[in-house]
């Protein structure tokens, strides 16, 4: 897809677990260079894990001032059935925060070994780091256009009550 564009600013916050640093330093430089190639700000904190992703966005969602969220971080399957409760339960969260109206590209890997996140956080090559910015901008982008759409909420007309009269 083509770079969304934006005529007023657009502040992000960039999530990020940075368990496996030079996985997340990786991803963080993709989204970094995706937010700034159609000029977005950006800010940038640190949780300890992908599970506390959700959270934090939460939590900036309701004290702060931002138009979407990237999520970042890397789950690599271990030897129990730990993987499995924080791919999902991160996932499902940040997919419930979404559904909320929160602007959310997901970028937190879920891989079977180290070779396979090396890969996909590298911004020269898959760049899920870049990939998931994008996706933030594209969901702030549909926001703005439809929430500035020129339509009314509620009763944009008159309202016909019984009997034929109406009220304004």
């Not at 939460?58 to 730990?82: K, M, P, Q, W």
């Not at 602007?103 to 090559?125: F, M, S």
Request: charged share 20%; proline share 4%; net charge negative.
């Amino acid at each position: 897809m083509p770079r969304a564009e934006f005529d007023k600013p657009v502040k992000v916050l960039i999530v990020a677990s940075p368990y496996y640093k030079d996985i997340s330093d990786n991803q963080i430089a993709g989204a970094v260079a995706e937010l700034d190639a159609v000029g977005a700000g950006h800010d940038i904190v640190h949780v300890p894990g992908a599970l506390e992703i959700p959270t934090a966005i939460g939590i900036a969602e309701r004290l702060s001032n931002f138009d979407g969220y990237v999520a970042l971080g890397c789950v690599i399957r271990g030897e129990t059935t730990h993987y499995d409760t924080v791919c999902n339960d991160s996932s499902r969260a940040l997919q419930l925060l979404g559904l909320q109206g929160l602007c959310i590209g997901n970028g937190i890997l879920t891989v079977e070994n180290y070779a396979q996140a090396a890969v996909r956080a590298d911004p020269k090559d898959q760049n899920k780091g870049g990939g998931a910015a994008a996706a933030a901008l594209h969901l702030i982008a549909l926001t703005r256009k439809w929430g500035n759409s020129g339509q009314s909420v509620g009763f944009a007309s008159d309202i016909l009550l019984a009997g034929g009269k109406t009220t304004a």
